[in-house]
């Protein structure tokens, strides 16, 4: 059960072969790395479990403070990654190939403000892009539809994703989204609705 070394013979130093046995005890006790194991010592031996944290829920165009910045997750409106102005002042996919997250985009100062995703559809109604803006809530005049805008020959709108009033997001959409934009008797309108 211990080895021949913490054997003490004849003329050894008691010091010493108990510094030896206290060093050989801790070197043998059980020891986790991993934070979900749980090793507990008790008088009657070792316990070892895994705790099981539930798994984190993530969803769709969710938006959270980075800092100074805010990051969108991933989500498509109609099968479409939406694109986002990172701090560097580039236009990157709101989440690469590979799934890593862009980086954050910066966050203006002004408070109230929505996080939107400005939707541009070209002259036949097919969605053209799809883009990560900030916007004041005065910008955004019909709930529950698109804002929609005419600029030459094709159409914009804002969708609200997220609201913040002093320090922390709101969220309003849950889940990806299909839009439609379509002309009724001269009368242009942008939609959009859970996919």
């Known amino acids: 059960m211990y080895p021949d070394m913490l054997k003490a013979r004849p003329?050894?130093?008691?010091?010493?072969?108990?510094?030896?046995?206290?060093?050989?005890?801790?070197?043998s006790k059980m020891m986790s790395r991993d934070i979900r194991v749980i090793v507990n010592q008790t008088d009657k031996g070792q316990q070892v479990y895994m705790r099981q944290d539930p798994p984190s829920v993530t969803f769709p165009f969710e938006v959270t403070r980075t800092g100074r910045g805010f990051a969108v997750g991933e989500g498509f409106i109609n099968g479409i990654l939406p694109k986002i102005k990172t701090k560097s002042g580039s236009e990157v996919e709101i989440v690469d190939p590979d799934g890593v997250p862009a980086p954050p985009a910066d966050l203006p100062q002004f408070r109230p403000l929505i996080v939107c995703a400005e939707?541009?559809?070209?002259?036949?109604?097919?969605?053209?892009?799809?883009?990560?803006?900030?916007?004041?809530?005065?910008?955004?005049?019909?709930?529950?539809?698109?804002?929609?805008?005419?600029?030459?020959?094709?159409?914009?709108?804002?969708?609200?994703?997220?609201?913040?009033?002093?320090?922390?997001?709101?969220?309003?959409?849950?889940?990806?989204l299909q839009v439609r934009a379509f002309e009724n008797q001269e009368v242009k309108t942008i939609i959009y609705y859970p996919s």
């Open 11 to 27: 003329g050894d130093s008691i010091r010493q072969k108990y510094e030896q046995l206290r060093d050989w005890v801790v070197s």
């Open 119 to 176: 939707v541009v559809f070209d002259k036949d109604f097919k969605l053209e892009k799809a883009t990560i803006v900030v916007r004041r809530p005065t910008e955004i005049p019909r709930a529950g539809s698109a804002n929609l805008a005419i600029q030459a020959t094709k159409m914009t709108g804002l969708i609200p994703l997220a609201f913040m009033r002093s320090s922390k997001f709101t969220q309003f959409v849950f889940h990806n």
